[in-house]
């Protein structure tokens, strides 16, 4: 089999949640894939599917979740395929993750010096020996005094300087991918620029591959490489970050793109009308085509798949199969 | 360090309520209206004899003198002489309460160590068999009464098993070991008599298993759902995400934090075994300070039913001592 992607190649990553209004598709065939030290960044609304994805890489989905179908190939390895054992081996080590909260993604009982000692013990990048020196530096990566910092509880962090401290124990291990999960989200926004900074140097000197997930599109124009757009539980367009902005060819993608302010055009700011669907009664075929202009019956039916319709630029959409993707030209606006 | 501040706030505040205690013990004592000079003398005693014996016993005096005496001795330990054995009530407790403290120790290690073990179970293996079974068996523990199952337990285990012991502390034709501490237990290992140990040991097991039924079901539930509640946290989310193994992530860091809920509920629920010791010695004929309050109380011996009282308060009040102590001791967050 082909991979996609030289480090990570996930495909057709299906998630189901059982609850008591009845079953959630919330993955409905995910395709995703990244190379060695890319940045790649995941969009998409709340409840998309983003964090959901990256759970289910990780094999982190819990009760009632199930990982119903999908390959996760990270080099040569299905992770989906592997024990509990041999995937305990592979989270922390080679896959690191950050949270949103990073507050309440550190647990209170313990010192964050212990938590990040913790964690190279696991991983075995440490030994008992030299931990404590280790813990030091690496929270002093992180632009802290480790000597004041590792002795501190979580309550004791502002909220910026926890996310370091997740930072520091996610790149400890030095993992050959980070999954940043909206790790800006609830800091402050001048805090956000600075962890957004971190993040980029030491990725880049650590040579980390990192998945961006965000609903911020100025992170993924500042950060990625290259854009995963997701839509209830798909992914619907995928293209190197500056060919997406300017020339973004799914209708939702064009969607999200004008629904976000820009200085200098104000009243242009337009929403996607109606909502996001819901989950447990999915539309069928493409699920965005109750909220498409351009849907036509083939949409209600098939859901499109994802296909290469200029280097390096994927898109679900029959329109482009059409009549060769001019949805953004026919409808006679500049996208961005 | 800010622990040593803490505790002696939680000293200060134990001083308060013992004080609490003692009111309401002797204001209650004398509003009860009987006469406990008429108890003694019988109805046909002639008045002049009556007066003489209510000088000698200091009931003649203001009630708020009486009550100012009563205080200094207790806080010195002396709460008078018993009417009914003539004995200074603390020499009495003395020999009374090393059994009930050896009771409710057995009864609260046991209802500890089961409790926290099948509350873990149920949460770990939540709506599977053994959860099912452990909810069941805690639904008993708190809706049977102590003296029926004590008597049921006796039914099975003593008069048709003939495994366990019906009553008593001791087997009738073995001499007590040497007193220490007047706890069988303590003393026989102490002294090295395993013979002695090995007896007390069955004797206390009913009892002792009776009385900590309750608790074992109260500590169980509440361990459960604060685990359950733990387990769903994002710090625990990120201790799997680190790589950590599953025993590691539950023992380590969901359980720390879930026995902080459980370490009150066995603060509370100390008090009640010390309560419920009345009926469990009474049912397994255990020579306890819970029957030599009963005792005192049908007879209407004032200073024994006060002093009993308020030296259990006292008891239990050291006990949550101990809770508020390792509650700083688990929760960092505590001790601020």
Redesign the interface.
């Known amino acids: 089999m082909d991979k996609r992607g030289n480090l990570l190649d996930v495909r057709q990553l299906r998630v189901i949640f059982h609850t008591y209004r009845g079953l959630i598709k919330a993955l409905n065939g995910v395709d995703l894939w990244m190379d060695k030290q890319e940045r790649l960044g995941i969009v998409g609304e709340t409840g998309c599917g983003k964090s959901v994805t990256a759970q289910a890489m990780?094999r982190?989905i819990e009760?009632p979740g199930k990982i119903t179908e999908g390959e996760v190939w990270f080099e040569n390895r299905d992770l989906l395929k592997l024990s509990?054992d041999e995937m305990?081996?592979?989270?922390?080590?080679e896959i690191?993750?950050i949270?949103q909260?990073p507050k309440?993604?550190?647990?209170?009982?313990?010192k964050s010096g212990f938590q990040i000692k913790?964690?190279l013990l696991?991983?075995k990048k440490a030994t008992p020996a030299n931990a404590e020196e280790e813990v030091e530096k690496i929270l002093g990566y992180v632009g802290m005094d480790a000597s004041r910092v590792k002795n501190m509880?979580p309550?004791e962090l502002s909220g910026g300087m926890a996310q370091r401290v997740?930072i520091a124990?996610a790149l400890a291990t030095q993992p050959k991918l980070l999954i940043a999960d909206e790790p800006t989200s609830a800091l402050d926004v001048t805090i956000q620029a600075q962890i957004l900074e971190l993040l980029s140097d030491l990725t880049q000197k650590m040579g980390n591959a990192v998945m961006m997930i965000t609903h911020d599109m100025g992170i993924v124009a500042e950060f990625c490489d290259r854009v995963v757009v997701m839509y209830a539980g798909n992914a619907v367009e995928v293209a190197p970050t500056k060919e997406l902005f300017q020339n973004p060819i799914h209708p939702y993608t064009q969607g999200l793109l004008r629904a976000v302010p820009r200085v200098g055009r104000p009243g242009e700011l337009k929403a996607i009308p109606g909502t996001v669907p819901d989950l447990v009664d999915p539309p069928e075929g493409c699920r965005f085509h109750p909220r498409c202009d351009y849907a036509f019956d083939q949409c209600k039916n098939v859901l499109p798949p994802l296909l290469e319709i200029s280097a390096h630029h994927y898109v679900s959409c029959y329109l482009c199969q059409k009549d060769g993707c001019p949805s953004a030209k026919k409808a006679g606006e500049e996208p961005w | 360090m800010n622990i040593w501040k803490y505790l002696i706030k939680r000293i200060l505040l134990m001083a308060l309520v013992l004080f609490g205690v003692a009111c309401i013990v002797f204001f209650i004592a004398h509003v009860i209206p009987a006469d406990p000079v008429g108890a003694i003398l019988g109805g046909n005693a002639p008045p002049e004899k009556i007066d003489k014996l209510r000088a000698q016993l200091g009931y003649d005096r203001p009630l708020i003198e009486q009550f100012f005496s009563f205080l200094k001795g207790a806080v010195v330990g002396d709460f008078g002489v018993s009417i009914k054995t003539n004995n200074p009530v603390m020499t009495d407790i003395g020999i009374y309460f090393p059994a009930t403290i050896e009771l409710a120790l057995v009864a609260i290690i046991i209802s500890i160590v089961l409790g926290v073990f099948l509350g873990i179970l149920s949460a770990v293996h939540?709506n599977k068999m053994v959860d099912n079974f452990s909810r069941v068996f805690s639904i008993l523990g708190v809706s049977m009464p102590v003296f029926w199952i004590g008597l049921i337990l006796i039914l099975i285990f003593y008069y048709k098993l003939d495994w366990l012991p019906g009553g008593g502390r001791i087997n009738f034709f073995l001499d007590p070991p040497q007193r220490i501490t007047g706890m069988y237990l303590f003393d026989s290992l102490f002294t090295g008599n395993w013979e002695v140990f090995r007896d007390a040991l069955l004797h206390i097991l009913l009892p002792a298993f009776v009385l900590g039924y309750n608790s074992t079901a109260s500590i169980a539930r509440i361990t459960r759902s604060s685990m359950l509640e733990v387990l769903g946290?994002?710090?625990i989310?990120?201790?799997?995400?680190?790589?950590?193994?599953?025993r590691?992530v539950i023992y380590r860091?969901a359980l720390?934090?879930a026995l902080i809920p459980t370490i009150t509920i066995i603060g509370l629920v100390f008090g009640g075994l010390l309560e419920g010791a009345v009926l469990t010695e009474t049912v397994f004929s255990w020579p306890g300070l819970g029957r030599y309050i009963t005792a005192g109380l049908l007879s209407l011996d004032y200073p024994a039913v006060m002093g009993g009282t308020i030296y259990i308060a006292f008891i239990y009040s050291l006990a949550n001592l101990a809770v508020d102590f390792l509650y700083a001791l688990?929760?960092?967050?505590m001790r601020t």
Request: charged share 35%; net charge positive.
């Open positions: 990780m982190l009760e509990e305990t081996k592979i989270r922390g080590r690191s993750m949270f909260e309440s993604s550190l647990n209170p009982v313990f913790e964690t696991n991983a509880y309550h997740m124990m | 939540r946290q994002e710090y989310r990120t201790a799997k995400a680190k790589g950590l193994k599953k590691l860091h720390r934090n688990l929760d960092p967050r």
